[in-house]
């Protein structure tokens, strides 16, 4: 729990513009949202109040052959207008 509380504040204080969360298990990926939109730390960053969110499954975030598939799915999530797609990523 203390590294859990130690992430939180270090996030707190790089005010990210987005967030990646790891969709993996308990609580699930909507449930650290819901916990990112109601923590006195998080809930006035950048990405939250954005709702600048991006899941991605256990296998993408850990060292293996799915990073690559993550790298693309960042990629068109941070710049979509360089994938063709509108500036809101739809």
């Known amino acids: ?3 859990l509380i130690a992430d939180v ?7 990210p513009q987005c967030i ?17 939109e109601t923590s006195k730390i998080t809930r ?7 709702r600048c969110f991006l899941p991605l ?5 850990t060292p293996g052959p799915r990073n690559a598939a ?3 799915a960042i990629a068109r999530w941070l710049h ?3 994938f063709g797609l509108p500036a809101d990523g739809s």
């Open 70 to 72: 993550a790298v693309v």
């Open 20 to 36: 990646i969360i790891n969709d993996y298990g308990t609580p699930t990926a909507q449930q650290k949202e819901r916990f990112l």
């Open 44 to 50: 006035n960053l950048t990405a939250v109040k954005n």
């Open 80 to 82: 979509p207008a360089a």
């Open 57 to 61: 499954s256990y296998d993408e975030v």
């Open 1 to 3: 729990m203390l590294q």
């Open 9 to 15: 504040v270090g996030v707190g204080r790089a005010d």
